[in-house]
Structures are given as structure tokens and as C-alpha cells.
């Protein structure tokens, strides 16, 4: 299986630079057991160095409040690219060591998936772990006739061809031009975006598995039944929470402003409700028909199943109230 790759000699140095003291190493769940690791390979740059242990959404999670609270100097966020630039902050993405062997495996197993589906362009994607593989299978795409697009998408887009649980604008600037999305990478986070962003089949190749499936098909149809559903439901209520995050990359003060504005302005109750880790237990017993989040937008489209209040996000809640129409449905973005 392939080796996920951190390097934290940019690391260092940025310690050194900054002449830290103090320094908050924040990493996503998948390198825990690399804690002590990590802290001892900082050793001799930094006095003290604090690993946190909470969960960490990506980079749009970072720990602003933390620094204050540790009066520390510097943060090493390891794991996502840059969305937000901070001078106190580096980011130190990590990627797997793919070989030339396994490139072409996961190749030859794409262009099977491809001719069977007779598709003849598709766009490249990844998340940021195996974004440096997109070139390598681009040219090894063009050699047997296939043409692949990668994208650079917006702002918040730290590699091209990278997608971010919120943002799929290198699959949207080249939809004109493909027949299919080709996502490479482990799990289903990230593919599952690209079925909501995109009316045309999603291929997921796993590195890690050897697998290529075409996962649009038996997933979007039914996903969109259970959101009409929702927002049929949501229409009936008439008390609504708005969830507000203080997360720094997933806050939208405004945006909930104008929901409470837009509900109110249909005879309808809306309540504002500000937290950090948006949990479905936290909300127990608060007294609402229907949560409108927004927050991070995977929380409804990956977890709804499991809330025991109803919950939606902003453009669904819109629709709900009569501001707009089921056709307009997207699954809610942040800002580019």
C-alpha cells in the first residue's frame, strides 16, 4: 500500500524564521498515530509544541481561538492546502508515494471503465493527497487517445484539479468540454460532491484498493428523492434554527442573516444559533421544527439521515419558504 508522504522540513524552517516559542500542530484523523512522530521530528525548532486533538475538518477549521488561548506563535496545519493565508500559519500538505507500477495499474483499469462507458474525455480530479499524481495520468490518458481536462478552480483551490468538500469549480470550468468526471482517490467524501455538482457519471479510481466504479448512477437518483423530501417537509415548518459556525473557513454571518430576514419575511420564526462543532447532540431539545445549517453543506448531504431535527441548508430552506424554485436546488457552496 502506498506511504502518505509528510514532509516537515518547510516546517522547521518556518519555525525558525518566526523564532517560535510556541507552536499548535493541528492534523486531520488519519495521522493521529503519527502524534508523537511529529512532535519529535520538531524537536530543537520550537520550545513547545502542542499537537490538537480535536477533529479537523480541513483546512477551513483552523485554530484561530486556540493561538490566542496558548498565546501561541505559530500553527503548523498538516494535511490540506492553503484556502485562507495567515502569516502565522503553515501548510505542510502531505501526499502518497505512488509509483510508476501502481500509476499504470489504476491507468489500465481506468481505460477499461472508460471504453466499456465508450467515454473519450473526462475531468481529472483528487483531493490534495494525490493531486501530483493528475499530471502522470493525464499523459498516460493521452497516449491511448483519451483526452482529460484539469482544472484550476477558484481562490480556495490550492492545486489544480483539487476539490474541496464545498468546491468543485475545476470540474464546472471544464463540464463543456467532458463526458464524465474520473476522481482519484480513497473514500467517497469527495466523489459523492462531484455526483451532487455534476449531471454527468462520476469514476472513482482507489489507489489504495485498485478499484475504478462508476458511483453516479445508483447514488444521485436517490439522494435527490430524500432532499425533495426534506424540503416538501420543511415547507410545513415553522420555527427555524439558523447554524452559524465560528469555524474561520466556514462562517457566514451574512448568509444567515438574510435566511432569518427571508423566513421572517413569511410569517415564519427564525432563531440564530452559534456554535463551533456543529453535532446533531448538541441540539437536543432546543425547541425547533427545522435546522437550516450553514455551516460546512456536507453536513446535510452527508449526515442528515442521522438528525433526529430536521435539517437543511440555506438554498433548500429558500425553497422551502417560497424564494425560489425546486429547480434552483444546488447542493450550497461557500463563496469562491
Keep these: 500500500m502506498p506511504e502518505l508522504i509528510v514532509d516537515l522540513e518547510g516546517a522547521k524552517k518556518f519555525l525558525r524564521e518566526k523564532q517560535a516559542k510556541t507552536a499548535i500542530v493541528q492534523i486531520p484523523e488519519g495521522l493521529k498515530t503519527k502524534t508523537t512522530q511529529i512532535i519529535d521530528q520538531l524537536k530543537g525548532t520550537c520550545e513547545n509544541v502542542f499537537v490538537k486533538m480535536d477533529p479537523c475538518f480541513g483546512a477551513c477549521d483552523l485554530p484561530l481561538n486556540d493561538m490566542k488561548a496558548l498565546n501561541a506563535d505559530a500553527v503548523i496545519h498538516i494535511g490540506h492546502g492553503v484556502i485562507h493565508s495567515h502569516k502565522n500559519i503553515i501548510y505542510i500538505p502531505c501526499h502518497y508515494d505512488l509509483g510508476e507500477k501502481e500509476i499504470e495499474k489504476n491507468v489500465s483499469g481506468l481505460l477499461k471503465e472508460l471504453e466499456k462507458r465508450k467515454i473519450n474525455s473526462v475531468a481529472l480530479v483528487s483531493n490534495v493527497q494525490y493531486s501530483n499524481a493528475l499530471p502522470g495520468i493525464k499523459e498516460k490518458l493521452f497516449r491511448h487517445g483519451i483526452k482529460s481536462f484539469i482544472g ?47 449531471k454527468k457519471p462520476v469514476i ?30 420543511a415547507s410545513q415548518a415553522k420555527k427555524f434554527g439558523i447554524i452559524v459556525t465560528v469555524k474561520s473557513g466556514q462562517r457566514q454571518k451574512e448568509k444567515a442573516l438574510k435566511l432569518k430576514e427571508a423566513i421572517e419575511r413569511h410569517g415564519k420564526q427564525a432563531y440564530l444559533l452559534e456554535m463551533d462543532l456543529v453535532v446533531e447532540s448538541y441540539m437536543t431539545g432546543i425547541g425547533v421544527d427545522c435546522l437550516v445549517n450553514t455551516a460546512c453543506n456536507r453536513i446535510v448531504l452527508d449526515d442528515s439521515d442521522n438528525w433526529k431535527t430536521l435539517i437543511i441548508n440555506p438554498t433548500e430552506c429558500l425553497i422551502a419558504i417560497g424564494e425560489k424554485t425546486w429547480e434552483e436546488w444546488v447542493p450550497d457552496e461557500f463563496p469562491h
Design 152 to 198: 484550476k478552480g477558484t481562490s480556495r483551490i490550492a492545486t489544480q484539479g483539487q476539490v474541496l468538500g464545498c468546491n468543485y469549480s475545476v470540474v464546472e470550468e471544464v463540464q463543456p468540454a467532458v463526458q464524465a468526471s474520473v476522481y482519484f482517490g480513497d473514500g467517497y467524501f469527495h466523489p459523492m460532491g462531484l455526483v451532487f455538482s455534476t
Design 204 to 233: 472513482v479510481v482507489n489507489p489504495l484498493h485498485g478499484t475504478v466504479e462508476e458511483i453516479s448512477e445508483k447514488n444521485r437518483d436517490r439522494f435527490m428523492r430524500k432532499r425533495f423530501a426534506a424540503i416538501a417537509k
